[in-house]
């Protein structure tokens, strides 16, 4: 991961928490429009924005990504829509090959973190203990995140 994540750094430098915790997967804060520019001409297919519609962003995010030929998926996260519906949703994305190269983002790369974890143990087949060190690599701080993935694991596990 870390060879990864210093070739994306020359590729996006500036990118708040940039990481690539997974193949052709790279997780961060919010970009700017010269990151997604890089990005497009990197190959990238799809930016995942876990951020609210209503939330305060810098430009139209939506409409720079299409115009550089990328996909834009918008995934809000919130306390009110994290669920186990927005976890299936995310898993579901997360396992479409055609989607990768995939910038997956937030605002500061914390609710990133979190969609991780049921998709690492669930998709993955890594260890709950696992995922959530790396979570914590890619930017999860909130104990409330961590612990509503992991509730959602557990539910699935047990399903």
């Not at 930016?47 to 030929?69: I, S, Y």
């Not at 509730?151 to 047990?158: H, P, Q, S």
Request: with cysteine; aromatic share 4%; hydrophobic share 40%.
């Amino acid at each position: 991961m870390e060879e990864q994540a210093h070739d994306i750094r020359k590729i996006v430098p500036g990118l708040v928490n940039a990481c690539t915790p997974l193949e052709r997967v790279l997780t961060a804060g919010q970009p700017d429009a010269r990151h997604l520019e890089a990005l497009a001409k990197a190959g990238y297919r799809t930016v995942l924005d876990l951020r609210a519609p209503d939330e305060p962003r810098p430009f139209d995010e939506a409409a720079e990504v299409r115009r550089l030929g990328m996909e834009y998926v918008n995934l809000p996260v919130t306390a009110d829509t994290l669920g186990d519906e927005t976890f299936d949703r995310f898993r579901a994305l997360m396992r479409d090959p055609d989607r990768r190269p995939l910038l997956l983002h937030c605002a500061s790369a914390n609710r990133v973190g979190a969609l991780l974890i049921p998709y690492l143990v669930l998709d993955e087949g890594r260890s709950p203990d696992e995922a959530v060190e790396l979570a914590v690599q890619v930017g999860l701080r909130s104990e409330e995140l961590r612990d509503a993935a992991l509730d959602y694991v557990r539910r699935a596990r047990a399903s």
